[in-house]
């Protein structure tokens, strides 16, 4: 009886959440999926009609189509990887036993209070810019050709940007599972005789890797929707070199006012994301579970 | 510490920790520096000493009020955050005190329904809007912004949640303890950590949204980032007071969070730790 | 307790009810320009002599300005009484019936002053739908004091090959002077406002009498390779993402010794609180090439335009009236010198002995101004008008994309060639899903 009641009561409790979720996901979804098979410009309202497939095959074949994704997927294990590793070294560091631990956490995570458009234009107009930035200054400093970053390396500084901005989430979450482990064991491994490196091999990384998890997780979701940063400072190019599969369709959805393309962008976006989604909970799933 | 640590590692691993903390800091100082010069010192070089001068947030402030966006931001931040706790905390509690089968699988959808690329749904929701007369309302944004934070608000206190013992529970219920006793008494005072990280994480994230704030608004509703969006690259020189300007959407949320980065760490583990 | 304080907060956060406008709030869309700026800040002469007149702005940068008010006015959100738009939009608009006429100016409008290339950009059948606020054509500006110790003279009308050799002589890498700085940042309205006059210059066309792209032809090749090979010995640092302000700046700094850009930017070259240069800069027409009539035909304007949607337009067409007409001008000049006085719209302001006493700029870019004609910009025949832009909606994402491609040239990771091959497989597939291509 008393476990009828639980579960009853737990229904009702998620209910709110599950029904304001459903219908947040249903309705813009359905809308969508509506439009992605119309032929619908906004700036031509008077010749709207259906389209059947037709948007999807535009959309796919667009030129910047198979380099977007590839560039989302450099993005997103970029910015991973610079966070996940940048991350546990800082973590590791604040762990020590360092004065002003507290003002050094402090400055290691204001990054992630910066809005994405501002940290975008501080780093596109006092930092990267070839000119006036301090990468030119120091380059110059040493006599060196400044670096015109975002015309070389396009998506490279899109993804030190954004790094930058999740190295503090990253950062945070795997400090909080860096305390959590046992000091005992710890010392008990120092006994042991292990040294730093051993320590960190067999007992550090595997007590990470939850953290890990959860960070690659979390931000993903996140990463694949990025865009702003782009805008802001490449605006996809030079040429495709730094357009990924949100910003084809930004540029398709609001430069070209082309809502069918972009609802049918839209869907693809979200098929996709959920692939990358399935299979990245068969390999989370299973760590959470541990 | 219970580790014995000589002064000169000390002093070693501190150097280390201040000079990669002071990088990463580096751009929002220099930011914050470049706000007190004049334009043409914000061109002319690098240099970390400022002639001081505060012309760019009085100029600024005249191009554009910042009270009101400033006090949108507030309202819009802090009544999405309690909008969306409100409904996500029986939500997250019901999952990790009465987990199914299927509770995993209802998390990670709820996670996925983030994944819907924003400029794709951006018209349905204009359309939306428009036929709700939520267009430049704060009460749209504020539904707006609850929606889209609220998968990683029940994720968080879901995986906060499930860490506490459910053994206490169990012998407050064996003293005969309601269920309402049980939430007030037992659960609440364990979770307050986890749900004061969650508000604050929120408040940050809702804060620092910068698409459905701009897009869905005019004047009424119009937050910081909107207030950004206007000085973001007009015609001439604009470095020190885009500084300024930046210096004054940041500093109302860096504050709070550097007040209250104890209490956003502590929660701030989403299952991370066991 | 904690509920009691959560549904406290919740009805709270239900109560946040959105204030509504009172009957005559006019609400204005513009962009963060100077001028428009200005604007905003003299708003309260204007409220002071409409006391019923209340204004609230939205000020934000063009291109986020853009997206917003087409999404309002597509969608018909009617947020806007008022909305800035370029010449641009305005024909497009008005022929979806988004704008409305501005018939209740005023008699004291005087509507026959306004320069007639501007004029006829903004009206359709002869009805005017948005009302100029500022315009702008393009020309070259240039160091005097660099040309003369190079031993160069700015001929009265240069043609391309005299600014090559130009941009070489006065290029001095070893004190950061480029020869020349020109747009390279991807965008329809950036590189491709230029790149396209450009081709213009060169007889070229974006499309031919059928709506074919043109990409293929001579004449873009010839122009584009001019492009990049000009910007690669001439260049300044780091061109491909540069654009109209990224140029001023260095202009200003005194690392060009050419700009050829919107003639807008005289008026900030020439300001000497901003500009290092301000006294040694030199004005000429845009450069045309070698048996080639055509200057480019770029023209550009700023204008206010009432939405369709707007319940209150009478107050919207008083604030336009005002903020477009000869008192306004006037106005400005009084406060901040005329040197500031939006320009590029009204013939009497070229006829004030003061502004031409104060602004150097004042007669090569009413000479710009009138060179340009944005019903035949090209040399050959075309189906579209628009001199540095295609008056069709679909020419924001093509120029994007195809200033994307072009952009790429200029930094170095593309071929002129190849550029030109993916322009035109773009151009034809966006011209055909459009229906232009049969």
Redesign the interface.
């Known amino acids: 009886m008393a476990t009828q009641n ?2 009853t ?3 009702l ?2 209910a ?3 029904v ?2 459903l219908i ?2 249903a ?3 359905a ?2 999926l509506y ?1 992605s098979f119309q032929n619908y ?7 709207v009609s259906f389209a059947g497939f037709f948007n999807y095959q ?1 959309f796919y ?1 667009d ?2 189509f198979f380099q977007s994704i590839w560039n989302t997927l450099v993005l997103v294990l970029g910015v991973l990887a610079i966070t996940v590793i940048g991350g546990t070294a ?1 973590a590791l ?2 762990d ?6 507290g ?17 975008a ?3 596109k ?3 990267m ?4 930035g ?1 990468f030119a ?2 380059a110059k ?1 040493f006599g060196a ?2 670096v ?1 970053w ?3 390396y396009p998506l490279f500084s899109v993804i030190i940007i954004v790094a ?1 901005q999740w ?2 989430f990253a950062t ?6 860096l305390q ?1 482990l046992d ?1 005992e064991q ?2 008990a491994a ?1 006994m042991d005789g292990a040294n730093f490196f051993n320590r960190f091999i067999y007992l550090t990384i595997p007590h990470l890797s ?2 890990v ?3 690659i ?2 931000q993903t ?2 990463l ?2 990025i ?2 940063e782009i ?2 400072t ?8 730094s ?1 990924n ?2 910003f084809l ?11 069918g393309g ?2 049918a ?3 693809i ?2 098929v996709l ?2 692939i990358v ?1 399935i299979f990245l ?1 068969r390999a989370v ?1 299973k760590n ?3 | 510490m219970a580790r014995k640590v000589t002064t000169g590692a000390r002093i070693g691993w501190s150097i280390a920790a201040w000079v990669v903390a002071l990088l990463i800091f580096f751009p929002i100082l220099y930011a914050v520096i470049t706000s007190l010069k004049t334009e043409q010192e914000a061109i002319a070089g690098f240099s970390l000493i400022p002639s001081g001068t505060f012309e760019n947030y009085v100029t600024v402030q005249t191009q554009r009020d910042y009270f009101k966006p400033f006090m949108n931001s507030v309202i819009l931040s802090v009544g999405s955050t309690i909008l969306a706790l409100i409904i996500a905390i029986p939500s997250a509690w019901a999952m990790a005190f009465a987990p199914t089968k299927r509770t995993k699988d209802i998390l990670m959808w709820m996670l996925s329904t983030k994944m819907m690329p924003s400029v794709a749904v951006l018209l349905p929701i204009f359309i939306i809007f428009r036929t709700f007369g939520l267009l430049d309302s704060r009460v749209g944004l504020t539904i707006m912004l609850t929606l889209i934070n609220l998968p990683i608000v029940i994720w968080m206190l879901y995986t906060y949640f499930r860490e506490i013992p459910g053994e206490i529970l169990e012998a407050a219920r064996m003293d005969g303890a309601s269920l309402w006793k049980e939430i007030v008494y037992v659960l609440t005072p364990m979770a307050v950590p986890g749900i004061a990280s969650t508000l604050l994480l929120n408040i940050i994230l809702a804060w620092n949204e910068a698409f459905w704030t701009i897009q869905l608004t005019t004047t009424n509703a119009a937050p910081l980032t909107a207030f950004i969006a206007s000085f973001s690259s007009p015609q001439g020189l604009f470095w020190a007071k885009l500084s300024a300007a930046s210096t004054m959407a940041i500093a109302p949320i860096l504050i709070l969070g550097w007040f209250s980065q104890k209490q956003l760490v502590r929660g701030l583990t989403f299952g991370a730790v066991k | 307790m904690t509920l009691k304080t959560f549904l406290l907060g919740a009805c709270s956060a239900l109560a946040f009810v959105a204030t509504t406008a009172s009957a005559e709030t006019l609400t204005i869309a513009t962009v963060n320009n100077g001028d428009m700026v200005r604007m905003q800040g003299l708003t309260s002469e204007f409220t002071k002599a409409n006391p019923d007149i209340e204004v609230n702005w939205v000020t934000l940068e063009e291109n986020v300005l853009r997206e917003r008010v087409t999404t309002d006015i597509a969608a018909n959100g009617g947020q806007y009484d008022i909305v800035t738009i370029g010449n641009y939009e305005v024909p497009i608009w008005a022929k979806q019936q988004w704008l409305l006429p501005l018939e209740g100016l005023g008699d004291k409008y005087d509507m026959d002053d306004l320069l007639p290339a501007i004029r006829g950009g903004l009206s359709v059948e002869g009805k005017l739908y948005a009302a100029p606020f500022y315009g702008e054509s393009a020309m070259i500006m240039y160091r005097k004091d660099l040309f003369e110790k190079a031993g160069l003279k700015m001929p009265e009308s240069p043609t391309w090959e005299f600014i090559a050799d130009a941009a070489k002589k006065t290029t001095d890498r070893a004190n950061d002077i480029s020869g020349i700085c020109l747009r390279g940042k991807a965008g329809w309205g950036e590189n491709m406002a230029f790149v396209s006059a450009l081709n213009n210059s060169f007889g070229g066309r974006w499309f031919d009498e059928n709506w074919k792209p043109q990409f293929d032809q001579p004449e873009w090749k010839a122009s584009l390779q001019f492009y990049a090979d000009l910007m690669k010995e001439a260049g300044p640092q780091g061109a491909s993402s540069n654009g109209f302000n990224e140029n001023l700046t260095l202009f200003q700094q005194g690392k060009c010794g050419m700009w050829i850009d919107a003639t807008v930017a005289a008026s900030f070259v020439s300001n000497p609180k901003d500009s290092k240069v301000a006294d040694k800069v030199g004005y000429a027409i845009f450069p045309s090439k070698e048996g080639v009539s055509n200057h480019g035909n770029w023209l550009w304007s700023w204008n206010l335009a009432v939405p369709a949607s707007s319940k209150k337009a009478e107050a919207a067409q008083k604030f336009i009236s005002w903020a477009t007409s000869k008192e306004y001008t006037q106005l400005v000049a009084s406060k901040e010198g005329w040197a500031n006085v939006p320009p590029g719209t009204r013939t009497s302001l070229y006829n004030t002995e003061d502004y031409k006493k104060e602004a150097a700029f004042a007669a090569p870019t009413l000479a710009a101004m009138q060179a340009a004609d944005i019903t035949k910009p090209t040399v050959k025949p075309v189906p579209y008008t628009g001199g540095q832009f295609v008056a069709i909606p679909e020419f924001q994402a093509l120029g994007t994309t195809v200033g994307q491609l072009f952009s790429a040239v200029i930094a170095g990771q593309s071929t002129v060639d190849d550029a030109l091959a993916a322009a035109q497989a773009t151009a034809t597939r966006d011209m055909t899903r459009a229906g232009y291509i049969k």
Do not use: C
């Open positions: 639980t579960r009561l737990a229904r409790m998620m709110p959440s599950v304001v979720l947040w996901m309705v813009p979804l809308m969508t439009y410009n906004l700036l031509t309202p008077m010749n535009y074949t030129p910047a800082i560091l604040i020590q036993p360092i004065f002003g631990q003002i050094v956490r402090i400055l290691v995570i204001s990054p992630f209070f910066v809005m994405p458009p501002v940290a234009l501080i780093w107009n006092m930092i810019h070839p000119g006036y301090v200054d120091i400093f050709q400044p015109d975002f015309a070389q930058w190295l503090p945070l979450i795997l400090l909080t599972a959590s000091s710890k010392e120092e939850r953290a998890t959860v960070v997780l979390i979701i996140f694949l929707g865009y702003a805008l802001v490449t605006n996809g190019g030079p040429g495709y070199a357009t599969l949100t369709i930004y540029r398709t959805a609001r430069l070209g006012y082309d809502v972009g609802a962008g839209g869907i976006a979200v994301a959920n989604a909970m799933g959470l579970d541990k």
